[in-house]
């Protein structure tokens, strides 16, 4: 398969520049045309001469594998439309519509086919059996294991959950062929005709492939949380600046592979230059999109670090939020002293589960803080975690 990537794909190993990435997706839509026109047409032959709904069932289930690499192609394509005026972030998630469109044309097909299954199992009539039957059986089954490790190691190397969704559709491919050889087998050498049953056993492998499809397709569509690696990798590399006292609001936006949006807030000492600090962020942003290929809008949040009350504070209310379920961490801690009280500000990032409400939570909090000083009161705002690792 490297082979095959090496031979086909100028500069292969690149995958997070768009023409390589799509190279990849051409060159496996293109594969998977040819191979299943030229499984589709060999059983159907095979089909009709032996009377095997079940091998027919399965020759239509490749033709319609071959529909899908079509689709699949013309994704691709038009995920590289560059941005208009009417999708000024481009045009990325034609990939994902491509695949759901793929999916519901192969829950279509197990429909038809179990229809067709079902009519065999009132209607049995025996099939006429050679072993050159099983030879061409034999055969699909070995190109359709190679035409899923091909589509995933693909899927795998550009990220695209296109071609990971067709290499797990090979893959029950593959179940779906051992299928019909098993009933040839059983045909033979017990007399007892299976072959609608394994038809409908083909026709719910397919219905399953394309719900399961379906699913791993429209979720990105939704707004999924970006991968736990993405998350590490973002992070990693805004805690390799000197000069941060902190980070969070860190959100990311999807809008198709090479088309992610990033946003965060930086903490930096008000008492540094505020060129410097700006630099600082640019240098992330910049960091951020040489490396991870994502655009990145940073926004600089100065920290008093002089108060005196800052760090009494701070360890308050770390040691207190232990104690409550459903706090990840808070941030932005200013401190605004007035004559006669004083605001302690900060943000609260919650968990999507968390258990206690937020007026318990500021009651807690707000406790705590008074038991140090009766003067200083909490203005809370409250954040529910986009994504975490």
């Not at 082979?3 to 390589?20: A, C, G, S």
């Not at 569509?221 to 805690?239: F, N, R, Y």
């Not at 760090?311 to 801690?333: A, C, S, T, V, W």
Request: hydrophobic share 45%; proline share 3%; with cysteine.
């Amino acid at each position: 398969m490297d082979w095959l990537f090496k031979l086909f794909i100028k500069d292969f190993e690149n995958v997070k520049e768009p023409k390589v990435r799509d190279s990849y997706g051409k060159l496996s839509g293109i594969v998977g045309i040819v191979s299943n026109l030229m499984l589709s047409f060999l059983k159907y032959i095979i089909g009709t001469i032996s009377g095997s709904i079940a091998i027919t069932a399965d020759g239509v289930n490749n033709l319609a594998d071959a529909s899908s690499s079509v689709i699949t192609l013309v994704g691709f394509k038009l995920s590289a439309l560059p941005e208009d005026s009417e999708h000024p972030y481009g045009h990325a998630r034609i990939e994902y519509i491509a695949g759901m469109i793929v999916s519901m044309v192969i829950i279509l097909v197990g429909f038809e086919l179990g229809k067709e299954s079902i009519f065999k199992i009132l209607n049995p009539e025996p099939i006429g059996f050679n072993y050159w039957l099983i030879i061409a059986l034999v055969i699909s089954i070995i190109i359709k294991i190679w035409q899923s490790l091909f589509n995933v190691a693909a899927g795998k190397k550009i990220n695209s959950l296109t071609l990971i969704a067709t290499g797990k559709d090979s893959r029950n491919d593959v179940i779906a062929t051992g299928a019909v050889l098993l009933s040839l087998i059983v045909g033979k050498v017990f007399n007892i005709y299976i072959d609608g049953y394994m038809g409908v056993v083909v026709s719910l492998f397919i219905i399953y492939s394309g719900v399961s499809l379906t699913k791993e397709t429209i979720s990105p569509l939704l707004g999924e949380a970006p991968s736990q690696e993405l998350m590490k990798d973002i992070q990693d590399i805004i805690e390799s600046f000197d000069g941060i006292i902190g980070y969070h609001d860190l959100v990311v936006h999807n809008y198709g592979v090479g088309k992610t949006f990033v946003s965060f807030h930086i903490e930096v000492d008000s008492k540094t230059d505020i060129m410097e600090s700006h630099e600082i962020i640019d240098n992330i942003e910049w960091k951020l999109h040489k490396e991870l290929k994502i655009f990145a809008t940073g926004h600089m949040d100065p920290v008093d670090m002089t108060n005196p009350i800052r760090e009494p504070i701070y360890q308050i209310l770390r040691e207190k939020i232990k104690e409550i379920d459903g706090i990840i961490e808070f941030h932005d801690l200013r401190i605004v002293s007035g004559k006669d009280h004083t605001n302690i500000i900060f943000d609260v990032l919650l968990s999507p589960t968390a258990n206690p409400s937020q007026e318990k939570i500021t009651r807690l909090l707000s406790d705590a803080i008074r038991e140090f000083d009766p003067k200083c009161f909490c203005v809370i705002n409250y954040d529910i975690a986009y994504s975490t690792i």
